[in-house]
């Protein structure tokens, strides 16, 4: 019979490892790696059944290719702390990996913003790969929006991936720096050049994007919240390339 692992990537998540965990708890092995968590997180995860690792954060990728090799299993599904497997996701991802009707299988992803879940301006379906057969699994290394690979074939999954992503506007604005921050260093990484201008048409393009052409307006405020929100964070991510740069020239 197949085997499930079920790595998570935390720090300071004291909040959402608990349910986490909980809702991971079906696996025959949940590891939590930990990245230096300073609120209790390890001790709560240790406290519901997770096996917890302690390590440094080198980039999400990997991180998750770190999980990868610890798993002991014959499939592996990466989640977020901040993401919740339902009873329903739960039985179709088992059916999934005894039947092996592909090497990796997509999520649809049920995103929340400030408590309201989003069916708009991007956000859904939100496929993404999650579950693949251990040996057959791999992660891309970039710094934030890192995603898992599979060597094989794919198929998609129908029940949703429940995700709490951003609780309150604190939550936003304290995620909409450190995104900017990371994806200004992939950007990086990748070649891109920062500028003033680029700052703008992209952060403009965004909000269009999200609000028009992706039908966020049809989510009311929050659709437009959420159409902001990208704006900022792709206009303050070409900022901070632009500033990551000019540094660098300086030095």
Not at 19 to 38: K, P, R, Y
Not at 42 to 59: D, H, K, R
Not at 63 to 70: A, K, P
Not at 107 to 132: A, E, K, M, N, Q
Request: proline share 2%; hydrophobic share 40%; with cysteine.
């Amino acid at each position: 019979m197949a085997t499930l692992t079920i790595i998570i990537a935390a720090k300071n998540e004291a909040r959402n490892i608990s349910d986490c965990v909980h809702s991971a708890s079906f696996a025959d092995e949940v590891i939590v790696l930990d990245s230096g968590s300073t609120d209790g997180t390890q001790q709560l995860a240790e406290a519901v059944g997770a096996q917890v690792v302690s390590t440094n954060w080198p980039g999400y990728g990997p991180q998750q290719s770190r999980g990868i090799g610890l798993a002991k299993s014959d499939w592996v599904l990466s989640l977020d702390a901040d993401e919740r497997i339902t009873p329903a996701l739960k039985a179709e991802v088992l059916e999934a990996i005894h039947s092996s009707r592909a090497d990796g299988y997509r999520l649809p992803r049920l995103s929340s913003l400030c408590g309201t879940f989003i069916h708009h301006g991007g956000w859904r379906p939100d496929y993404t790969l999650r579950l693949v057969k251990r040996e057959k699994a791999g992660f891309t290394h970039h710094f934030l929006h890192a995603h898992m690979t599979v060597d094989g074939t794919k198929a998609d999954l129908n029940e949703s991936l429940i995700h709490y992503s951003y609780r309150d506007l604190d939550d936003v604005l304290e995620k909409l720096n450190r995104y900017a921050s990371g994806n200004a260093k992939d950007l990086d990484n990748k070649g891109v050049k920062g500028s003033f201008s680029k700052a703008i048409s992209h952060g403009l393009w965004a909000f269009i994007r999200t609000y028009i052409f992706r039908a966020g307006f049809l989510d009311g405020r929050y659709g437009f919240i959420l159409a902001v929100y990208n704006a900022e964070s792709t206009y303050y991510k070409y900022l901070k390339l632009l500033a990551l740069q000019e540094a660098r020239d300086k030095a």
